[in-house]
């Protein structure tokens, strides 16, 4: 069945500093794949989304490029902010699960000022 | 422009109770779903519903019960509540039942059960 995989948290980064969460994705066919955001005591929100390889998903200084030759979807951002604290979810859908939105386990980001 | 509405937010139950988790949405979309969250694992699927009067199981159904009468309502009952069904829980939906579209999530209900 379908997987995804995150790096080890949490993540604990300076203001400014650049940030690189790791993802991979198991899955057959042509997933779409996407970044959710949860900020504390909130749901989750879509931060960023791509549908196709090659395909590059951005939103508030968030970048991830839907790479099918490595199954990667790594978020990256060039300098983060203390606001961008939260927890990170890679996930896919249209794998092999029919409509299911599969995650990885969360990687929790603390930003320091 | 409410989205998806989940509610209560917060709740207490004595191990053995029952009750309803709500979920609505106004957004005319086929797809809904529920999901519990846990430290460490993520977010897993209990049950989902392609349309009105269809539903299916996920990866962790057992003690949940849902039913899809109206494209906009798609409830999760709790049988008779155990301790390890303290989570949080998030109702999701999508136009599409295939993707590749985003799922739009409720803001939670976080449920102990004592």
């Known amino acids: 069945g379908d997987s995804v995989t995150q790096m080890e948290g949490p993540v604990t980064l300076s203001e400014e500093a650049f940030l690189t969460i790791n993802c991979t994705y198991t899955a057959t066919g042509y997933p779409s794949l996407f970044w959710y955001v949860q900020y504390p005591g909130e749901g989750l929100q879509l931060l960023l989304k791509a549908t196709k390889a090659d395909d590059k998903g951005s939103n508030k200084g968030f970048e991830a490029t839907y790479r099918k030759e490595t199954t990667s979807f790594h978020l990256e951002k060039g300098s983060v902010q203390v606001s961008d604290s939260a927890v990170y979810f890679c996930a896919l859908r249209g794998g092999t699960s029919y409509g299911k939105l599969t995650f990885g386990q969360g990687t929790i980001l603390t930003v320091h000022p | 422009n409410a989205g998806v509405t989940q509610t209560p937010k917060f709740q207490v139950l004595k191990t053995g109770q029952s009750m309803t988790l709500q979920c609505a949405q106004d957004m005319n979309h086929e797809y809904m779903s529920w999901y519990r969250q846990d430290p460490g694992m993520g977010l897993r699927l209990i049950h989902y519903s392609v349309g009105a009067g269809i539903t299916d199981q996920g990866e962790v159904p057992n003690g949940y019960n849902v039913s899809r009468s109206t494209t906009e309502d798609f409830p999760l009952r709790l049988l008779s509540a155990a301790p390890s069904q303290t989570s949080v829980y998030f109702c999701?939906?999508?136009?599409?039942?295939?993707?590749?579209?985003?799922?739009?999530f409720g803001e939670g209900s976080r449920l102990t059960v004592l």
């Open positions: 999701a939906s999508s136009y599409s039942p295939l993707g590749p579209g985003e799922l739009f």
